[in-house]
């Protein structure tokens, strides 16, 4: 087997490039996928302890409203 000459090792090179950026974006992905999971237990789980303080067996939209700005609120420190 020949060794390659510099035109096919430079694209040899850029396309480990390629697929390295490739898994860098994936891995941001799935830190965002994770990090809205999160915030949408924490969402559910706020809304959840509103409507019982409101003593209302259903989830309401006010009840999620109010929960998404305590939580909000909270993330800004």
């Known amino acids: 087997m020949e060794p390659p000459d510099s035109g096919e090792f430079l694209v040899l090179e850029k396309l480990l490039v390629n697929a390295s950026l490739h898994w860098k974006g994936a891995e941001v992905l799935e830190h965002v ?3 809205f999971l999160l915030f949408l ?3 559910a789980e706020e809304a959840r302890t509103n409507a019982f303080e409101n003593k209302s067996k259903v989830i309401k939209p006010e009840h999620a409203i109010a929960a998404a700005k305590v939580i ?3 993330s800004r420190g």
């Open 72 to 74: 909000l609120k909270k």
């Open 33 to 35: 996928h994770l990090s």
């Open 41 to 43: 237990h924490r969402l």
